[in-house]
């Protein structure tokens, strides 16, 4: 819910939700504590449906945490479109600003403010009102409602009084009344107003929208400086009587006192707390028309209206205005006509005179209603059951504890505080004690958790002790290995370094057995050449005997030994060509074999090759074996060295 646009009196940035406008306000639920944000951070925003516009917590708040609306902004934007407005002036505006008053009005009039009438006549009307009122009808022990607060305290906090709320109009509205009714104006009115509460006045449907703006001194003030406005000194246009005091404390009983005597009782209370407090504690008296009062004169300020909640502090922070009030009256009672405010005369004679003055007046036209409106405002009273559930709640489960009424939460005691939270108007964690309860709880809860992570940590160091030695143990095995790693290590190395050697040899071997091949196979081709000459030979001896044994035929018997060695030499060749045939062809078969042995001659000195680079690989690995091994040794000693200082150091 957004509280702000529904309230004359709202909450701006600067709250801390400390709880003191709480404390200060009269009305429970006006002043609602929201639950903390994420940073933890309450605000305490206004319920305008419950707010009376008292005030009291600008005056506690040191934080500036509240501000109020009123029409000044709508008052001046009407006046340059041209609007038809005249002005109704408060009496503590002469009072607060003295100095200023006529170049002020002369400013607004300049701007186009039409007439302007002061209020301190309205405030005799209402004094020759009430008076009629009390003797017409012989109302005794009423509440005097010229403060628009009181009335709006009583419409929704104390509707069972409203039959002693005066039904005599406040002087604003007399003032709008005969400026309506008697003179005539039918321009809009505006309020130069000391009071934020007037406009909830203004907008009460019982007062028939007489009154238009509501433009507080404060607001107003703010903007005639930052716009320069200023004219030619002007003043109000009606005489006026002792009306112009009613601003200060007691005002209203004043002016009685003086028609009447000062035999009449009259109570005067002001204080916007201790005034509320002062009706809530004697509401049944009042009802009952049991009290010795002729009237309650009640104020919400204490200070009267001349210090009301839409001045100026640092204007009325003093009391200049009351000493122009007091140099205002003397003006007044000085006056030597036949008046009713003339010094020489007994009240009689003064009441007569005032009655004279206003004998024309109908007092039924200064009469008005009022609305109950309690409905709106009405909280809902737990029962003991409901409010034992607050407590529990709340941790105060017994009687003592809620009875602290230490206050700090805004509230006079912790009842009040449970009703408020039972109703949404505040929340538990507003509470010092509540809070204060909660750390106790959370101590002890962390004294326990410390107790059981000291003897976590107890069994933490055993198992970590434990798991040293173990670590230690595998330590010394994780050495060992290490050790028959590096010695099997080094015992690779030279193994294979013999086979490398070993396997140079045989490379070597083969390289030489290759050489001897290349001479065999040049030796088997020499071999062949001398075979294929044999074969030439043969053929060529063989054709020679054949031609041998041709001239042994021819020669018969002389040649017929001739032809037998022909015969000889034709065996012989033939039986060297075999001879060499035979010859080629083992040649051949021997050249294959040699052939074969070069090709696995080749393909084992390549195999001897490959295996002698993956030996001298084998190798090179080793040296890095050995020397990761050495690398793990020495980091094996310093973790097991680390781990013995921290234990060491820990006392683990």
């Not at 529990?392 to 009424?405: C, G, L, S, V």
Request: with cysteine; hydrophobic share 35%; charged share 25%.
């Amino acid at each position: 819910m957004d509280y702000g646009k529904e309230s004359l009196v709202y909450t701006n940035d600067n709250c801390v939700g400390c709880n003191k406008c709480i404390s200060v306000c009269s009305c429970m639920g006006a002043c609602i504590s929201t639950d903390p944000d994420e940073n933890g951070q309450s605000r305490i925003e206004v319920d305008g449906s419950k707010c009376i516009a008292c005030g009291a917590c600008f005056d506690a708040c040191e934080h500036h945490a509240r501000s109020f609306r009123d029409d000044t902004e709508d008052f001046f934007n009407d006046l340059k479109k041209g609007e038809k407005i005249s002005l109704l002036v408060a009496p503590a505006f002469l009072a607060d600003y003295p100095s200023e008053y006529g170049r002020v009005l002369g400013g607004l009039k300049k701007l186009g403010a039409r007439r302007i009438i002061s209020v301190s006549f309205g405030a005799d009307i209402t004094t020759w009102g009430y008076i009629k009122y009390i003797q017409t009808h012989n109302y005794l022990g009423g509440i005097s409602q010229p403060c628009p607060a009181v009335v709006g305290y009583i419409e929704r906090y104390l509707p069972e009084v409203l039959p002693k709320l005066f039904p005599v109009q406040s002087p604003l509205m007399c003032a709008a009344i005969y400026a309506r009714k008697e003179l005539g104006i039918t321009d809009k009115l505006a309020f130069i107003s000391p009071c934020i509460a007037k406009k909830m006045e203004i907008s009460d449907p019982n007062n028939h929208g007489y009154v238009n703006y509501n433009v507080t001194f404060d607001h107003l003030m703010k903007y005639v400086k930052e716009h320069n406005i200023s004219g030619e000194p002007v003043t109000d246009e009606i005489e006026y009587g002792l009306g112009s005091i009613y601003p200060m404390p007691g005002g209203l009983k004043e002016n009685v006192y003086w028609l009447l005597g000062n035999e009449v009782f009259i109570r005067q209370v002001e204080g916007e707390k201790r005034m509320y407090h002062y009706l809530m504690e004697n509401a049944d008296r009042i009802k009952g028309g049991k009290t010795p009062y002729l009237f309650v004169d009640a104020l919400n300020c204490e200070s009267g209206c001349i210090c009301g909640t839409g001045t100026d502090p640092e204007v009325t922070g003093n009391d200049d205005p009351l000493y122009h009030i007091h140099d205002i009256q003397e003006s007044v009672k000085k006056n030597t006509k036949k008046s009713a405010w003339s010094r020489p005369l007994s009240p009689e004679k003064r009441l007569a005179a005032l009655n004279k003055q206003f004998e024309k007046l109908d007092l039924n036209d200064y009469l008005r209603k009022y609305t109950d409106r309690s409905k709106e405002c009405a909280h809902r009273i737990p029962s003991e059951t409901e409010l034992n559930r607050i407590f529990n709640d709340m941790n105060k489960t017994d009687a003592e504890q809620r009875r602290i009424n230490c206050s700090c939460c805004g509230y006079d005691t912790c009842r009040d505080m449970a009703i408020a939270i039972y109703n949404g108007f505040n929340h538990r964690s507003n509470c010092v004690h509540y809070l204060k309860d909660l750390v106790e709880i959370e101590k002890v809860e962390a004294q326990q958790m410390v107790e059981h992570e000291k003897e976590l940590l107890d069994r933490q160091k055993t198992e970590i002790l434990q798991t040293i030695d173990d670590i230690n143990g595998h330590f010394t095995t994780l050495r060992e290995s290490i050790n028959g790693m590096a010695e099997g290590n080094n015992g690779n190395a030279e193994e294979s370094s013999a086979i490398s050697h070993d396997m140079a040899d045989v490379s070597n071997f083969c390289n030489k057995l290759n050489d001897s091949i290349n001479k065999i196979s040049a030796y088997l081709a020499e071999l062949k050449t001398n075979n294929d000459r044999v074969v030439d030979i043969a053929d060529q001896t063989n054709l020679l005997a054949l031609n041998a044994s041709i001239e042994a035929a021819r020669a018969g018997e002389a040649g017929r030994g001739f032809a037998v060695v022909a015969g000889e030499i034709n065996s012989l060749a033939a039986d060297s060509k075999d001879t060499a045939q035979h010859s080629g062809d083992a040649n051949k078969n021997i050249q294959e074999a040699v052939d074969g042995i070069v090709t696995e001659t080749a393909d084992l000195l390549e195999i001897v090759e490959n295996v002698n680079s993956r030996i001298q690989n084998l190798a090179a690995s080793t040296e890095e074996i050995s020397a990761s091994t050495d690398i793990v040794a020495t980091t094996v000693e310093q973790v097991r060295a680390e781990l013995e200082t921290l234990v060491s150091h820990n006392n683990v």
